[in-house]
């Protein structure tokens, strides 16, 4: 056996491990420590062994705990950094996005200013209008007045970021209102709504309004809220960006149940038939999606007044047709390139 076991003479004492002869026994003696155990000849007896190197363990234990460290901080680096590009590009996408929604159109065409006999509709673009024409020349209170004319001598007058078009307030996919009006539902639409509620009651229809005015924040929380659910392109045909909606102008409103099971039902019928009397229009008519932006909406009504809502009815056009103007958003315009 090649075994350098030695007992001490004082008792049972045995060195193990591999020593050379006494000398090197001796030498790493002082490093031995000893215990209590079997020395391999079945004696059990303290034996001595060189004592762990601890200081140098540990050295390397903790060179190997460096790399790891360096490791970790480099992918925790990585990750920070990847980070830091997602937030920048959200950044950057939400600034983009803001101003889309922010911006302003209004339409090519010669810009004139030529007096023209315009049918006021509606109590707010009436105020507005009377407004223009007063303060257009003095330069006074009017924060900003555009009046232009689209090729087809349809006066488009831009009024504190409101537009109006032959004095009719426009709010759709082309024109935008601002984020701040907040005006309410319209007391005149209200009131308009309100007789012909009673008179649908007589005939033994029930109306109510199941959205009228609503503001900015509004339009946004429910139009996100769409955007999570059905993706942006289908939001799109159906609810309006924040600013682009025509409830904000508390000109319109959804009549008892905004979901395609209204088409057909008798007060979806009884409303496209009467509500022209009252001053409305069925806002988004059926074949015309690809002209007002939006799909069709039997329950969606705008109220215009009365002798307006029953020309623009008569004529069979949808309201962006009668004005001859656009709804569509600045981004999509520019992806079809000189459409009207
Ligand atoms: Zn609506």
Not at 20 to 28: G, I, V
Not at 135 to 144: C, F, L, P
Not at 189 to 216: Q, T, V
Request: aromatic share 10%.
């Amino acid at each position: 056996m090649r075994n350098n076991k030695r007992t001490r003479s004082a008792g049972n004492y045995v060195a193990a491990g591999n020593y050379r002869d006494a000398e090197d026994y001796r030498r790493t003696k002082s490093t031995e420590s000893l215990y209590f155990g079997d020395n391999n000849n079945g004696d059990n007896v303290y034996i001595a062994r060189p004592a762990r190197r601890k200081t140098s363990g540990n050295r390397r234990r903790s060179a190997k705990e460096a790399a790891l460290f360096r490791r970790i901080k480099a992918v925790l680096c990585m990750v920070l950094f990847a980070f830091a590009v997602v937030i920048c590009i959200k950044v950057v996408r939400d600034l983009g996005g803001g101003n889309a929604i922010a911006k302003e159109k209004v339409p090519d065409g010669p810009a004139a200013a030529e007096k023209s006999d315009v049918k006021v509709t509606g109590v707010q673009s009436e105020a507005a209008v009377t407004d223009t024409a007063d303060k257009e020349n003095d330069n006074g209170s009017v924060k900003e007045t555009k009046a232009k004319k689209n090729k087809n001598k349809h006066k488009i007058e831009v009024i504190d970021g409101i537009t109006y078009v032959d004095g009719i307030l426009i709010a759709n996919k082309t024109y935008s209102l601002p984020k701040d009006y907040n005006p309410g539902l319209d007391p005149t639409a209200e009131a308009a709504f309100e007789k012909m509620r009673l008179d649908a009651e007589n005939d033994g229809i029930y109306l109510f309004i199941c959205s009228g005015f609503r503001s900015y924040e509004t339009q946004t929380d429910l139009y996100n809220g769409y955007v999570d659910y059905y993706g942006e392109r289908t939001t799109d045909t159906f609810s309006a960006k924040p600013g682009h909606s025509e409830h904000q102008s508390g000109l319109a409103m959804d009549i008892n149940d905004a979901s395609d099971s209204f088409e057909g039902t008798p007060e979806a019928k009884w409303l496209a038939k009467n509500c022209t009397k009252y001053g409305f229009i069925i806002r988004y008519k059926k074949g015309k999606e690809d002209i007002t932006g939006f799909k069709y909406e039997p329950w969606h009504i705008r109220y215009l007044g009365v002798d307006l809502a029953k020309k623009v009815e008569k004529s069979g056009l949808c309201l962006e047709e009668y004005l001859e103007i656009t709804s569509e958003y600045a981004d999509e315009k520019d992806n079809k390139k000189n459409n009207d």
